[in-house]
């Protein structure tokens, strides 16, 4: 089976496949992600396809995207765009298309790989649910009974790329963060639809982005002064006139117990997966080159072992097992010779997700 590249003047053959393949309303693709899928900038290099007839049968693209976490540093793989047209399913294709791409993923070294989607579906391939994604509920009413009622000027983002390297810059000072430039925040800020961005300067600077439109708003990234964090929050449900917002936030830093202070409710989920494609790379990457293991850990599949060559001790877990104890949110599978470890900090920002 012929696994190829398109062109990219098959552009529009391509939004097409893929409009058609989830059923989405046309134009869906690069009005939702046009910092990776407008003709400008998709990469038709991490896009490989199956073609049956002279037509796109299936599609999947691999993200390349740098993830950064306290200082350290790796390259791991976004999955997107699984899929086959209606006209050419049930033969197989989408299977030789993600073991072609995992093997892809692995000779550039990626660390892991990440994806959303039913978890049914991609365990097959050693994905697994997981993450530390808090969901906030602020109300009026919950910052009025908690004490914080300021009110501080809020300013809607106007094209200014000036307002776009300083988010970059304050952004970049979250414990873990995707790499980012600014030709990308233009084409999320300037075309993403259902996108709204909001600073304010008030004795400093933050912002918060949201999504969805009037009383549908959520909060799906906030960052800068963090003594800025909830009164440009309330602020902005005043602006609304709405009573409430949700707002997305890592559940696995101490930033959270600034905004869970205020919050009306809250909630911890998984909300993504991730598949390890170097337990040796992902443990470093997670807890350091210098962290000091008690035993020697295992990944099933692969025979893969990390930890501390003195010990008898194996502690063998299959590779999804191992992503929901070192990415969250459960710990509860944890052996008792890593209680000393939490889930890893990773977190993968809404606006990041592919």
Not at 9 to 18: A, C, D, R, S
């Amino acid at each position: 089976m012929k696994i190829e590249h398109p062109s990219k003047k098959e552009y529009e053959k391509i939004m097409q496949f893929l409009e058609e393949s989830f059923d989405h309303s046309r134009g869906f693709f690069y009005l939702s992600y046009p910092q990776t899928m407008s003709k400008d900038t998709i990469d038709c290099d991490n896009v490989f396809i199956i073609r049956e007839k002279n037509r796109i049968a299936s599609l999947i693209g691999i993200f390349p995207q740098k993830v950064y976490l306290h200082g350290r540093q790796a390259n791991i793989g976004g999955i997107g765009s699984v899929s086959t047209h209606p006209d050419f399913r049930n033969r197989g294709y989408m299977k030789i298309l993600m073991d072609f791409c995992i093997e892809e993923m692995k000779k550039r070294n990626y660390v892991f790989s990440i994806l959303g989607g039913d978890r049914q579906r991609y365990n097959l391939w050693g994905y697994e649910t997981c993450g530390t994604n808090a969901v906030i509920t602020f109300s009026q009413r919950s910052f009025e009974k908690s004490g914080m009622t300021q009110i501080i000027p809020t300013v809607r983002y106007d094209g200014s790329e000036e307002i776009l390297q300083k988010i970059k810059d304050v952004h970049e000072e979250m414990p873990c963060y995707i790499k980012r430039n600014i030709k990308w925040l233009e084409k999320l800020f300037n075309e993403r639809i259902h996108t709204q961005l909001y600073y304010t300067k008030k004795n400093g600077f933050a912002y918060v982005v949201a999504i969805g439109e009037r009383t549908e708003r959520k909060i799906v990234e906030i960052g800068g002064r963090k003594q800025l964090w909830c009164p440009l929050i309330y602020s902005l449900l005043k602006r609304w006139n709405n009573n409430a917002v949700e707002v997305l936030f890592p559940g696995n830093i101490a930033e959270f117990n600034i905004l869970l202070k205020h919050a009306a409710w809250f909630r911890i989920e998984p909300f993504f997966m991730i598949k390890i494609l170097s337990f040796t790379d992902t443990m470093k990457f997670l807890f350091g080159k210098d962290f000091h293991y008690d035993c020697m850990l295992k990944i099933s599949e692969t025979k893969e072992i990390i930890g501390d060559a003195g010990s008898k001790k194996i502690i063998e877990f299959d590779e999804k097992t191992w992503a929901r104890i070192l990415f969250g949110p459960s710990f509860t599978e944890a052996p008792d010779c890593l209680r000393k470890i939490t889930p890893g900090q990773f977190y993968w920002w809404y606006l990041d997700h592919i």
